[in-house]
């Protein structure tokens, strides 16, 4: 099992959107197996989205981590995964959206009367 990260590009009919948000990334939890000895990939689940030009942006990226640890992580089949798996996880979502954990924090101080608590997820670096 493993993050895969597909480039969309915004088709937007106007441009001003397409513009300001260019290309979207969207992670995904793949499964790989054999079928008939051949390599095949099924889409386990949609994790989730952020737009190219926000990676850029700590706002964004402490939200893009709220939304996964706050609301993906307590579903099916997040919910269902071992620690190792879920290591894994967080694992290839950090290698495209870091957040340390200095930004963390001070994020975390500046939004918590609007989003209130939660913790990230520990993985390895």
């Known amino acids: 099992m493993f993050v895969r990260w597909k480039k969309r ?12 948000h260019g290309v979207t990334l969207s992670a995904e939890l793949v499964e790989s197996s054999r079928v008939n000895g051949k390599p095949r990939q099924k889409v386990v689940a949609f994790i989730h989205s952020i737009h190219e030009p926000e990676l850029k942006s700590l706002t964004s990226r402490y939200y893009f981590w709220h939304k996964v640890m706050t609301k993906k992580m307590r579903h099916y089949p997040f919910n269902s995964f071992t620690d190792e798996q879920k290591t894994i996880i967080f694992t290839g979502l950090a290698k495209v959206v870091p957040l340390t954990d200095e930004e963390f924090q001070s994020e975390q101080e500046r939004t918590r009367s609007v989003i209130g608590e939660w913790s990230m997820p520990v993985y390895q670096k």
């Open 9 to 20: 590009i915004s088709h937007a009919k106007k441009s001003w959107i397409r513009e300001d």
